[in-house]
Each structure stands twice: as structure tokens, then as C-alpha cells.
């Protein structure tokens, strides 16, 4: 650790994922403009066989000892290389359903895959990002890519506007973000996360230093929040969700909630943990609000779209009481959480996709009527994730919760666990709307599925792993209290 | 074999279920003798357990034990004793009439509908057979699941309405009691209910904890006053759903206070005995009165069954006040009563929904005054209604006599106005059940569509005789049910009557 603020080229190795993918962004970039019309799902192959290399680098430096690089702004740990490894994979599954999506719509170009695969850079940058301006540059690769995704459809006016308001909301949060990482450079003389760690634990209770560092945290815990998405900073969720094309909902709404879990695991967990009694209270009301508001408004939506953003939101707020706890195990909670929304977020959005046909996009949950009767096997797989998704066990997200719940209590929060479960059980309501709408009522029109069959087959795989795991999640619980 | 023999019980019928759903709706007839096959082979197989089962013993018998998530020390623990191996049995005896109730009945989707009562028996034998809380949490929540979808898409004209009522009540019940159970874990450091049993708990956890179990055994009981979702439930579910609701899910709520609330929190069972005594009441009393005036013959026994069931949480919370110290007997009484009842209820409830369905089949209408004389142009099928009418209006001679006995019995040791008022049904009981047999089977054909209605097929009548059998059965000599649960009731008795403080 003596030369940590030496640049070694030997040390490179531990960069490598990046290294390659941003290399392979480059190779996308160029041959995406000199291929002629046949040739265009070139793109799309290529852009998945980079994502599945990324992964398998990242996978290879699973279980190196963590090490510090580029003057202590760049770490290596298991989390995150476990990370990189989920998010290479999440978005290989997103890119399947995407390509679905983007023929019907007309959309398909190939700098929505170059867009993708830079905001994948950006994530992999926050997850490994070790100072406080490593984490922002990655924050802000991922948001512009983000932007710019949102308003792919320009002509829909709806996406206009979502990428609109999420980047004037985004830009909002990360000056706030910024201003907060001033205040603490400020206080501590460093950016890097380690020596604000060192400060932080050191600052004595009534000082000066205390008071601006709580100053700076307070700022800090907004803009994260604020990316993820929780309340009362949740106000563009809905919009943006509901305006994007829904292949990018989908990505938004999942792979960079890993990086952003994974950005308040640095700066939080590892920078401010000595603080963790001051940012968890902050962490209790914003939890508690996520759940309810996003429990209750959830019931009035017709559209799925806009009723997934108030699910995610009040999903946020069971991640955040993982960190509420202060202990190791309840990091692992929050993160196997994080895992298990994005399995199931990825299917329910995959439904969606499925659904839609040559220029109709099928996000009311109307539309979903008498699904049983065309299709009773996805039929099946949207009864599965929607039960997941409210909690019910032998699927995997009651297990998700069920760790949460375990976490909280045992930490003493009873009272925080049975609001929880009240509002566990209101969300339930609106996930059986969807229920209904496929097996109690019948329909008018035929659904017809035009998919693909490898749109299909994943979608199928994904569906069935949440029962799967949900059988055997022994091995996920551990992996994820194994990265703190 | 043996050691498996419960796994065997859960997973037979799930994967047949899944088989059932594979072979689909195209090739029906095929679905349908697959999974009357395979509930049958299921009841042989529970048969074994009964001829197996030593009854001298309040131990965990056909015990199987292996790590599932040891995160958190949940293992995949399963076993009966005297408490669960008659439920289980029971389960197992329902299924078959269900699906060969069902078997010309249902038209739309037949090998859907098969598949999820396949699935569902072998979820109910697994809530009945866990012994660990998360694996008995799992089943217990899965269970909800086909029977949602039964009443939501078979069912009658409300169905959505009556579906997720049924979930949602039921969902809000369970959670609390997911978070004491989790509240135990932290404290204890195992799932095991076994562990549970043993658990020291000051006086207010037990409070707290004692209410979080009833607010989850209480809906699904269902005790009054969060007994509302049962009758929506049962007027719109499919026949089917209506028999394993009515004979099954209802004593999963009893069960749960055999298996939870007694032995763990015995302390504050005592302290809210009375609370849950009086409760009991209301429904036998009030809820017998409320039946009284249903039009609905469904309703009518939706409302009989609330009331039943009341004979079950009187006669476990009764064993406090019952119980003199050197003389158990009393007690012990009120304990075994509330399992004969809910045994015998499994019976008479299912008996009587079928004999509805019996007769919607035929007239599409379950309004009592649609029909008038019926024995005229059904007498067979009278004679079997008439038997389960007065079965459940516990005629001596008929299982619904047995277990009522037995706990008004215990009752009156208790407090000798408990045992009056329970009593009262006797006649309550009696006044709605044979008015309604009054009104539909006898006197003169109002309805011309009655004169043409025919009599029981072979199927229908094979199923009612079956039933027949059984009720007399348990009536006239109860004995083999009691002994296989004596031991494991005096065991209960003895950690309910065992201050954890």
C-alpha cells in the first residue's frame, strides 16, 4: 500500500474488465457506422459477446485479495466483482428482451447498444470506485448515457419529456451529490474513501468537523437517494418510467440499481461508517416513506409501467432497512435484495415486452386480460413474478424480505418489520390486479405473442429461477453477506 | 420408503399436479384419470401412516430432517404426531371427492383446475407436516395460491371480488405471524417449532406473540369477527373449492393453535382464554342466528361451518378454566373434543357443500327458494342430504354429535353458562339446518323445474355414500381417532398448562 499514489502499469490487471469493455465500446462505436443495412444485428451480437467477455474477466478476478489502485481511487473487491459479474449478466438478459422491443418499434439503431454498454462502463466505475470523484465520474457516464437512452424515441413525446425531466431532476441530484462531496473534501483534505473513513472515525462527537461532516452527509444520503430512487426524492420515478421506451425502463429500473446500492456501500458503509448512527435515521424515514407511498399509490395505476415505479419505490425501501441495521449481515440482506428485485424486475418488464406487438406498446394492465386463455404458460411466469414480487412465498422474493425482516428485527426494529409487512400486504393488492387481469377475466381480444424464440426461452429461464432460487436460496444469502 | 413416506405425501401431488398442467386441457379425460389415479394412490400411501403410527408415544414420528438454508438454521423438517396425522389423513380423503366431484362439472380448463387442487392437497400436507416455522410459513402462504385461482376462475359471478378478499385477509393474518415467528428465531437462534415449544418468553413477548398467532389462526379459523371473507368465499367458489375449503384450510387455522399458540405461548393463552372463549361464543351463538336467516343454501353453510369451528377454539381455550388440578379429565376433554370436531366438521362440511353442488349442477341457483319437494323427483339423493343435515345439526349417532359433545362437556367445567350457551346450538344448529331441509326437499314442488330434476348418478351417489359411511362411522365409534391423539393431546395439555415465566 506504500505506492498507492504512484501509477503502476503493473497493476492495470485489476482493471481489466473495464479496460476491455471500453475498448470494445470503441470497436462497437466504428463498425456500428460502415455496416450496411443486412448486417445491422452485427451490432447486437457483438455488443452481447463483449458483455459476456466483461463478465467472464470480472468473474476471473472473483476471490483476488482487495487491492487499491490509481492512488487509492480504484478497488478491487469481491463485491465488486460480483457486481460486475450480476450486471453483465442482467443487461445481457435486458439486451434479449430489447432487441424484441426495439424491431417492433422501429427503434433498433446501434447507438442504443453503444448507449448501453457505456452506461455499463459507468456502472462498473461506480461499483469499483473508491474516491469520491471516481464514483461521480462513473455516476455521471451512466446518467448521460441514461439521458440520451430516455429520448431515443424522439418522437414520441412522452420519452422527450421523461428525458427531460430525469435529467434536469438527475442533474439537480448530482449537484447536490457534489455539494456534499465538497463539504466532506473540504473537512477531511481528501476525496478518497479510505482517509475519509480514517477522519470520520476519528472526529470527536461535538467538534467542528463533526458538524460538517454531518453537513456533507446529509447531502451525500440525498443524492443517493434521490438515484435511487427512495422518498420523498422519488418524484421522477413514476414519469420517467412510464414516458421511457420500455426496454430502457426496463434497464433503468434494474442493472443500475446494483451501481447505485453499490455507490452507498462506499461512501456510506466503507466512507461514513463511523457515522452510521446519523445516516440511518435519515435511512429509517426514507425507508419507511418509500414503502408506504410506493405500497399505496401503487393501487390506483392503471398502467403497469407507472404501477412497477411505485413497486420499485417501495422495493428501495425494504433495500435501505438492510442498511438501517449497521451490521454486516444486513448489508448482505439489502444486497441479496437488490439481486433478487432485479431477477424479478427484469421478468416483469420481459412481460411486458413480450406482449407488445408492431408498434403497440402493451403497458396498461388492461391489456393483459385473458392471458390465461392464449397463453397459459406465460400466463404462469407473470402469476410467478407478481407473487414474487408481493412476497408470497416458495417464490424468492418472500425470501428476499424474509431477510430483511430477520435483519431489522434482530436488530431490535420490531416496530419498523410490522409496518413493513403491513404495507407488504396493501402492495400485494395491486400485483393481484395483474392476477386478475389475466386469469379471472376474460377478453375481447386475441393476444398473439410475435416474439422470438430466444426472447421466449430466456424470459421462461428467467421466470422459472424465481422459483428455483426461491427453492434453494441458501447459496445467494450467502454469496451476498460474503461481500462486506 | 419409510423414511420418506411425508415427502412422498407433498411432492407426489405437486409434480402430478405439474403433469396434470403439462398434459393440458386438450386431452381432458386423460388429466382427469391421472390425477383421481394419483390422489387415491395418495390416500393409500397416508393410509400407511395411520397403520404405522404408534400412539403411545407424543413424539414426532416418520421424522425427516435435512439442512435447506442454513443462513438462517432452516431445515426441511417434516413429521406428524396424534395432532397432524389425522388432518393429514383427512386431506388426503378430501382430495379424491373433490376431483371426482369435479369430474363432469368442470368444463372450462379441466386440467387446470385437477392440477390445482393436486397441488394444493400436497401444500396442505406439508403445512401440516413441517416442523420448522419457515417451511410450515411456505406451505402455509403457497396454499393460498391455487385456491385463489380456484375461487377466481371457477368461480361464481363475484369471484374477483371473493377471491382477493380471501387472499388479502388471510395474507395480513399470516404476516404478524412471519414476524413473531422471525422475533422467536432472533431469540432462540433455530426455526424449529420443536425449539419454539421449549423457548423461554417473558410475559409480554408472549402477549405480543400470542396475538400476532391469532390474528393468523383466527381469519383462517375463522373465529368472529374477521370471519367476513368466508362466506364470500364459499358462495363464490366452485363446489370443490367450497369441500377443501370448508373441510380443510379452516383447520389449518385450529391447527395452528394445537401446534403454535398454546405450547409456545401457554402463559398468554391462559391470560386471554376468556377473551377467546367469549369470541367463540359469539360465533357458535350469534353467528348460528345469522344462519339462521340466509337465503342462500351456500351462505347457510358457510355460516353453520363459522359457527362449528367455534366449537374448536372453545374447546382449546376452555382446557384453562376446565382444568382442576389432579383432574385433567375435563380439560383433556375440551382439547380432543376440538380435534373431533374439526375432523368430523371435515366431513359434514364437505357432505353438505357437495350436496349443493349436487343440486346447482342441476339448477344453476343456490337460493333456497328456487327448490321445494325435491324428494319427489331425487329421493336417494334426499335420503343422503336428510343424514348430513342432521350430522351437522349433531344428531346423536353422527360424528357432528361426538366432537360437539365432547367440548360443550368440557365447557361446562369450565364455567357452567359456557356450557349453555354453547349448548344453544344444539338447538340453533337444528333450527337452521332443518328448516333449510324443510324448505328444499320437502313439502310440495313449487318449481316446475324440480319435478324434472334426476336423481344421483353413480358417481354422485358413490361420493355422498362414502361421506355417509364416514360420518356414521365417526359416530358410533370415534375410539380409533381418539386413541391415535390421546397421548400427543395429553402431552399439549401438559406444556399448555406449563408456566414458561
Known amino acids: ?484 | 420408503m419409510d423414511n420418506s413416506l411425508l415427502s412422498l405425501l407433498i411432492w407426489l401431488p405437486i409434480f402430478a399436479g405439474v403433469l396434470v398442467i403439462l398434459i393440458g386441457n386438450e386431452r381432458a379425460n386423460t388429466a382427469r384419470w391421472i390425477s383421481v389415479a394419483v390422489s387415491i394412490l395418495v390416500f393409500i400411501i397416508s393410509l400407511s401412516l395411520y397403520t404405522e403410527f404408534d400412539s403411545n408415544t407424543h413424539l414426532m414420528q416418520f421424522e425427516e430432517k435435512a439442512s435447506w438454508i442454513s443462513q438462517f438454521n432452516i431445515y426441511y423438517h417434516l413429521g406428524v404426531d396424534g395432532i397432524s396425522m389425522p388432518l393429514i389423513i383427512l386431506t388426503t380423503f378430501s382430495t379424491i371427492l373433490v376431483l371426482v366431484a369435479g369430474w363432469e362439472v368442470i368444463q372450462t380448463r379441466p386440467a387446470h383446475y385437477m392440477a390445482a387442487f393436486l397441488m394444493m392437497e400436497g401444500l396442505i400436507i406439508g403445512v401440516f407436516a413441517s416442523l420448522d416455522a419457515i417451511l410450515f410459513y411456505v406451505f402455509w402462504e403457497a396454499s393460498l395460491i391455487p385456491m385463489l385461482l380456484i375461487i377466481g376462475v371457477w368461480g361464481g359471478d363475484n369471484r374477483v371480488y371473493a377471491a382477493i378478499k380471501f387472499f388479502l385477509y388471510t395474507f395480513l393474518g399470516s404476516v404478524f405471524m412471519l414476524v413473531s415467528l422471525i422475533y422467536m428465531y432472533n431469540k432462540g437462534g433455530s426455526f424449529s417449532i420443536l425449539d419454539m415449544h421449549n423457548l423461554s418468553l417473558t410475559a409480554a413477548e408472549q402477549a405480543w406473540i400470542f396475538w400476532a398467532f391469532f390474528m393468523a389462526f383466527a381469519v383462517k379459523v375463522p373465529m368472529f369477527p374477521v370471519h367476513t371473507w368466508l362466506p364470500d368465499a364459499h358462495v363464490q367458489a366452485p363446489t370443490g373449492g367450497s369441500v377443501i375449503l370448508a373441510a380443510i384450510m379452516l383447520k389449518m387455522g385450529g391447527y395452528g393453535f394445537f401446534r403454535f399458540s398454546l405450547p409456545i405461548t401457554p402463559d398468554a393463552s391462559y391470560q386471554f382464554s376468556e377473551v377467546v372463549i367469549i369470541l367463540s361464543l359469539i360465533a357458535i351463538v350469534y353467528i348460528g342466528f345469522v344462519a339462521l336467516v340466509q337465503r342462500d343454501m351456500k351462505k347457510l353453510i358457510a355460516y353453520s361451518s363459522i359457527s362449528h369451528m367455534g366449537f374448536v377454539t372453545l374447546g382449546i381455550f376452555a382446557l384453562f378454566l376446565a382444568y382442576k388440578p389432579g383432574a385433567a379429565e375435563a380439560a383433556l376433554l375440551g382439547l380432543e373434543g376440538a380435534m373431533v370436531q374439526m375432523i368430523s366438521h371435515g366431513f359434514i362440511s364437505a357432505a353438505m357443500f357437495l350436496v349443493v353442488g349436487v343440486l346447482y349442477d342441476r339448477l344453476h341457483s343456490r337460493e333456497i327458494s328456487t327448490y321445494g319437494g325435491v324428494i319427489n323427483s331425487m329421493p336417494k339423493f334426499t335420503g343422503f342430504a336428510v343424514l348430513f343435515a342432521m350430522a351437522n345439526a349433531g344428531l346423536p349417532g353422527t360424528s357432528g354429535f361426538v366432537g360437539e359433545f365432547m367440548v360443550i362437556l368440557g365447557a361446562v367445567q369450565a364455567n357452567i353458562w359456557y356450557g349453555v350457551l354453547a349448548g344453544s346450538t344444539l338447538i340453533v344448529g337444528a333450527a337452521y339446518t332443518l328448516w333449510m331441509v324443510k324448505r328444499v326437499f320437502w313439502g310440495a314442488i313449487t318449481n316446475p323445474k324440480v319435478e324434472t330434476l334426476s336423481d344421483i348418478n353413480a358417481r354422485e351417489f358413490s361420493i355422498l355414500a362414502v361421506l355417509a359411511v364416514a360420518v356414521v362411522a365417526m359416530g358410533l365409534y370415534p375410539q380409533p381417532v381418539i386413541d391415535v391423539m390421546q397421548v400427543t393431546i395429553e402431552h399439549l395439555l401438559n406444556q399448555a398448562l406449563t408456566s414458561k415465566l
Open chain 1, 1 to 484: 500500500m506504500n505506492n498507492i499514489y504512484t501509477f503502476d502499469t503493473s497493476t492495470l490487471w485489476v482493471a481489466l474488465p473495464e479496460i476491455f469493455l471500453l475498448s470494445a465500446i470503441v470497436v462497437v462505436l466504428l463498425l456500428d457506422l460502415f455496416l450496411i443495412k443486412p448486417f445491422k444485428q452485427v451490432t447486437y451480437y457483438l455488443t452481447q459477446l463483449s458483455l459476456l467477455i466483461t463478465g467472464i474477466l470480472a468473474f476471473n478476478l472473483i476471490g483476488e485479495p482487495k487491492t487499491i489502485i490509481f492512488g487509492g481511487s480504484f478497488i478491487l473487491d469481491n463485491m465488486a466483482s460480483v457486481f460486475k459479474v450480476f450486471m453483465a449478466g442482467s443487461t445481457m438478459i435486458a439486451l434479449v428482451y430489447t432487441r424484441h422491443y426495439l424491431t417492433s418499434h422501429k427503434l433498433y439503431r446501434g447507438e442504443y447498444f453503444v448507449l448501453v454498454l457505456l452506461s455499463m462502463l459507468g456502472m462498473m466505475v461506480m461499483v469499483s470506485g473508491y474516491s469520491l470523484l471516481t464514483l461521480y465520474m462513473g455516476l455521471e457516464v451512466l446518467a448521460l448515457s441514461l439521458y440520451t437512452l430516455i429520448a431515443i424515441a424522439r418522437e414520441r413525446a412522452g420519452a422527450v419529456e421523461a428525458a427531460l425531466k430525469y435529467f434536469v431532476l438527475g442533474a439537480i441530484a448530482s449537484g447536490l451529490l457534489l455539494y456534499g462531496m465538497s463539504m466532506i473534501y473540504g473537512i477531511s483534505g481528501s476525496i478518497n474513501i479510505s482517509d475519509i473513513a480514517a477522519f470520520a472515525a476519528n472526529a470527536s462527537l461535538a467538534s467542528r468537523e463533526m458538524l460538517i461532516l454531518n453537513f456533507g452527509l446529509v447531502f451525500l444520503v440525498i443524492g443517493i437517494a434521490f438515484k435511487l430512487g427512495a422518498v420523498p426524492f422519488h418524484m421522477w420515478v413514476p414519469d420517467v418510467y412510464q414516458g421511457a421506451p420500455t426496454s430502457v425502463t426496463m434497464f433503468l429500473s434494474t442493472v443500475p440499481k446494483i451501481a447505485a446500492v453499490a455507490m452507498l456501500v462506499r461512501i456510506l458503509v466503507d466512507g461514513m461508517g463511523a457515522m452510521h448512527a446519523y445516516w440511518s435515521d435519515l435511512f429509517i424515514v426514507m425507508a419507511l416513506l418509500s414503502i408506504a407511498l410506493g405500497s399505496v399509490v401503487a393501487l390506483m395505476q392503471t398502467n403497469i409501467k407507472r404501477m412497477l415505479a411505485y413497486s420499485t419505490i417501495s422495493h428501495i425501501g425494504f433495500i435501505m432497512l438492510g442498511f438501517v441495521t449497521g451490521v454486516v449481515s444486513g448489508y448482505g440482506a439489502a444486497v441479496f435484495y437488490v439481486l433478487v428485485y432485479i431477477l424479478m424486475s427484469l421478468a416483469a418488464f420481459g412481460m411486458i415486452i413480450l406482449l407488445n406487438k408492431q408498434g403497440f406498446e402493451a403497458d396498461n394492465i388492461s391489456d393483459l386480460k385473458g392471458l390465461s386463455k392464449h397463453s397459459p404458460w406465460f400466463a404462469l411466469m407473470m402469476l410467478v413474478i407478481m407473487l414474487s414480487m408481493a412476497g408470497v412465498p416458495p417464490f424468492i422474493g418472500f425470501y428476499s424480505k424474509l431477510f430483511i425482516l430477520q435483519q431489522v428485527i434482530s436488530t431490535g426494529f420490531v416496530t419498523i418489520a410490522v409496518i413493513a409487512v403491513v404495507f407488504a400486504v396493501i402492495s400485494a393488492y395491486y400485483y393481484l390486479q395483474v392476477v386478475k387481469s389475466m386469469y379471472f377475466e376474460g377478453s375481447d381480444k386475441n393476444i398473439t405473442i410475435t416474439a422470438s424464440m430466444d426472447m421466449k426461452l430466456i424470459l421462461s429461464i428467467n421466470a422459472v429461477l424465481i422459483l428455483v432460487v426461491g427453492i434453494f436460496p441458501d447459496f445467494w444469502m450467502k454469496l451476498s453477506i460474503s461481500l462486506f
